[in-house]
């Protein structure tokens, strides 16, 4: 059985991340394991694997339109935290149905069954693409991450709901504006994982809705003062 320990004034969490070959997950991935958090990393194809592993993780084969809650259950078993960062990157309704919203349901009856109880989910701002002609794709993976939303919160799971800004490629800077409503923006995909890794280490933050973008205060901080309100 995983024992959590304290390494360098942090506990050691064994986090199972769902989406790890994504942009953010692979972000999230490395700075985990940077800070000595061991990481099982969900993904579908064998090259994603090899990637995986050159970056510090224990890959783990799995395609969430096909797989059962026992079987990803039995994927989870031991874990601290479940981190779902998966989607289906504007590939079309159906795919944003099964992965979005099937499989983030899939996930937290898994996490549920394995007894893990702590639950991340990377949602969206809910003022992403106001005012633009994003088309019915857009309006369905909106709606979709609502009811997965909803889904997360009804589990009772011990939850943390992220919902970031418009992601970017830009090089992270380790500062963030972080709270429960705040003005829409961007946020560089590494202050999304850097956020993320500070959830971990901060158990106390639980049961709460987090809108994210880049700003000016450090992300522990901005974690810390979470926990402080």
């Known amino acids: 059985m995983f024992t959590?320990?304290?390494f360098e004034e942090h506990v050691v969490s064994k986090v199972f991340i769902v989406g790890a070959a994504g942009k953010v997950g692979r972000h999230l991935v490395k700075q985990l394991v940077d800070?000595?958090?061991?990481?099982?990393?969900?993904?579908?194809?064998?090259?994603?694997?090899?990637?995986?592993?050159?970056?510090?993780?224990a890959p783990v084969t799995g395609d969430l339109t096909t797989l059962d809650v026992d079987t990803l259950a039995g994927k989870m078993a031991g874990s601290d935290v479940v981190i779902f960062t998966a989607g289906a990157g504007g590939a079309g309704v159906e795919v944003t149905n099964a992965i979005d919203g099937r499989g983030l349901e899939l996930a937290v009856d898994a996490a549920r069954q394995a007894g893990v109880r702590r639950f991340l989910l990377v949602s969206a701002f809910p003022e992403a693409g106001r005012n633009k002609a994003m088309g019915e794709g857009f309006e369905n993976y909106m709606a979709v991450k609502k009811r997965a939303e909803v889904y997360l919160v009804?589990?009772?799971?011990?939850?943390?709901i992220v919902r970031p800004g418009t992601l970017t490629d830009?090089?992270?800077?380790?500062?963030?504006?972080a709270g429960p409503a705040i003005a829409y923006?961007?946020?560089?995909?590494?202050?999304?994982?850097?956020?993320?890794v500070a959830l971990v280490e901060q158990p106390e933050v639980q049961h709460a809705i987090i809108e994210l973008t880049d700003g000016d205060q450090p992300v522990d901080e901005a974690i810390v003062q979470l926990v402080r309100a």
């Not at 099982?40 to 090899?50: I, P, S, V, Y």
């Not at 009804?154 to 943390?160: I, P, Q």
């Open 35 to 57: 800070k000595h958090h061991p990481v099982r990393a969900l993904h579908r194809r064998a090259e994603q694997g090899a990637e995986l592993d050159a970056l510090g993780a």
């Open 170 to 177: 830009a090089a992270g800077t380790g500062r963030v504006a």
């Open 4 to 6: 959590r320990l304290k």
């Open 185 to 196: 923006g961007d946020i560089p995909r590494a202050d999304v994982a850097a956020t993320l």
């Open 154 to 160: 009804a589990s009772g799971l011990d939850w943390v």
